[in-house]
Structures are given as C-alpha cells and as structure tokens.
Nanobody, 121 residues
C-alpha cells in the first residue's frame, strides 16, 4: 500500500511563512509528478504547485513569486515553501503524487489527508 503523509500546516499572520512537507511511503516503484492543491470553504480544489520527477515546476500566477515547490527523490518527499502569505491563502492543502506501485504497471493518483493553513491576524 501507498500513503502520503503531510505536515507543516498551521496558523500564521499575514506576511508570514510556512513550509509544508509530504512524504510518500509504502510499496513504491516510481514516484513521478508530485504537487499541492488547496481547497477553501465553498470553493473548488485548485492547483497550487506541481513538480515533475526531473524538477520542472508549474505554479499559477496567484502564488508565483511567493510559493516554491521542491522535492527530494531519495525520500519521495515534496515540499512547499510559502512566503508572504495572505488571508486568501487560507485553505486545506492536499498533497498529490502520481505513483506506480511495485508489481504494478499503472500510475495512480494518491492524495494526502490534507493539512489546514490559516492566515489571519
């Protein structure tokens, strides 16, 4: 089985920073693209950042210049550094990974349980 475990959420004041981590564990053959999504109350889940196995990144304009995504392939871990946080960044942040499990030839989307990020004074 494969699971994603997130950490690093919390409450921060506007302008502050947080770093999220997500580690994939279990019977993993290949961990391909990884990313972060968020969902605020009453809104659809949206992409925050995505990174391929070879390090190519994709971030929407709403977070570009403030957020950065990185990964450690040796640990199957992805990080999201969030700076200059705004109240509108408040949401539940979900980790996502495209993983091929050992013994399988199929890539499957896995999701973490979500971690709350709240930006408020």
């Amino acid at each position: 089985q494969v699971q994603l475990v997130e950490s690093g959420g919390g409450l921060v004041q506007p302008g502050g920073s947080l770093r999220l981590s997500c580690a994939a564990s279990g019977s993993i053959f290949s961990c391909n693209a990884m990313g972060w999504y968020r969902q605020a109350p009453g809104k659809q889940r949206e992409l925050v950042a995505r990174i391929t196995r070879d390090g190519r990144t994709n971030l929407p304009d709403s977070v570009k210049g403030r957020f950065a995504i990185s990964r450690d392939n040796t640990k199957n871990t992805v990080y999201l550094q969030m700076n200059s946080l705004k109240p509108e960044d408040t949401a539940v942040y979900y980790c996502n990974a495209e993983i091929v499990a050992r013994g399988s030839y199929q890539e499957v989307d896995y999701w973490g349980q979500g971690t709350q990020v709240s930006v408020s004074s």
